[in-house]
């Protein structure tokens, strides 16, 4: 079974940064693609940012020029970093994996990230 772990969440004040990191149990040769989804509370959830095996990314456009996901295979992690904070990114922040083999979908625990002056 893959497990996803996400750490990195806190509370920040708007304008600033923070960055997430979710470390997966997979290798990334059986990844097709990992990504961060958020939902705010009365919200659903939605998706923040992805990248494939390949290298492509895709963001949500209330987060693109600001947000940047990354990956190091290596260490089995991808990364969101998070600039120029809003309160509206309050959310918890789930980590996705989509396996190569069935496209079968990981979830991890999810990390707040609060938003506050």
């Known amino acids: 079974q893959v497990q996803l772990v996400e750490s990195g969440g806190g509370l920040v004040q708007p304008g600033g940064s923070l960055t997430l990191s979710c470390t997966t149990s997979?290798?990334?040769?059986?990844?097709?693609?990992m990504g961060w989804y958020r939902q705010a509370p009365g919200k659903e959830r939605e998706l923040v940012a992805e990248?494939?095996?390949?290298?492509?990314?895709n963001y949500a456009e209330s987060v693109k020029g600001r947000f940047t996901i990354s990956r190091d295979n290596a260490k089995n992690t991808v990364y969101l970093l998070m600039n120029s904070l809003k309160p509206e990114d309050t959310a918890v922040y789930y980590c996705?994996?989509?396996?190569?083999?069935?496209?079968?979908?990981?979830w991890g625990q999810g990390t707040q990230v609060t938003v506050s002056s």
């Open positions: 996705n994996a989509r396996m190569r083999l069935g496209m079968l979908n990981y």
């Open positions: 990248i494939s095996s390949a290298g492509s990314t």
């Open positions: 997979g290798s990334m040769f059986s990844i097709y693609a």
